[in-house]
C-alpha cells in the first residue's frame, strides 16, 4: 500500500514557476511503474499532464511540451513537477499518480494551482 502526498501548489503570477513534490507517506514509489500527474479544472475531465517510468522515460501532454519537467528520486521516496512559464489555462487542481505491478492505482489529494496576476 502506497499513501501519496503532494505539495508545493499555489498562488503565481503568469511566467511564473512552480515545482511540485509527490511524496510516499507510506510504501515506496519505486514499486509504482509508470507514475504520472494529471490535473483537473473546473467543470472539465482530469487529464493527465506528464508520465513517468521507473527507468525515467517520460511523457507530456502537448499543451504542457518544453515547459513543465517530470521527474522521480527513488531514493527520496518522491516525485516532481517542475512548471515554468506557467499560464492562467494551467490552473487547475494537480494530483499524482502511480499504478503498481498488479495494477492498482494510487492517488494522492490534490493540491491547487492557480495561475493568476
Known amino acids: 500500500q502506497v499513501q501519496l502526498v503532494e505539495s508545493g501548489g499555489g498562488l503565481v503570477q503568469p511566467g511564473g514557476s512552480l515545482r511540485l513534490s509527490c511524496a510516499a507517506s507510506?510504501?515506496?514509489?519505486?514499486?509504482?511503474?509508470?507514475m504520472g500527474w494529471y490535473r483537473q479544472a473546473p467543470g472539465k475531465e482530469r487529464e493527465l499532464v506528464a508520465s513517468i517510468t521507473s527507468d525515467g522515460s517520460t511523457n507530456y501532454a502537448d499543451s504542457v511540451k518544453g515547459r513543465f519537467t517530470i521527474s522521480r528520486d527513488n531514493f527520496k521516496n518522491t516525485m516532481y513537477l517542475r512548471m515554468n512559464s506557467l499560464k492562467p489555462d494551467d490552473t487547475a487542481v494537480y494530483y499524482c499518480?502511480?499504478?503498481?505491478?498488479?495494477?492498482?492505482?494510487?492517488w494522492g489529494q490534490g493540491t491547487q494551482v492557480t495561475v493568476s496576476s
Open positions: 499518480n502511480g499504478r503498481d505491478y498488479r495494477s492498482l492505482q494510487y
Open positions: 507510506t510504501g515506496r514509489i519505486f514499486v509504482l511503474n509508470p
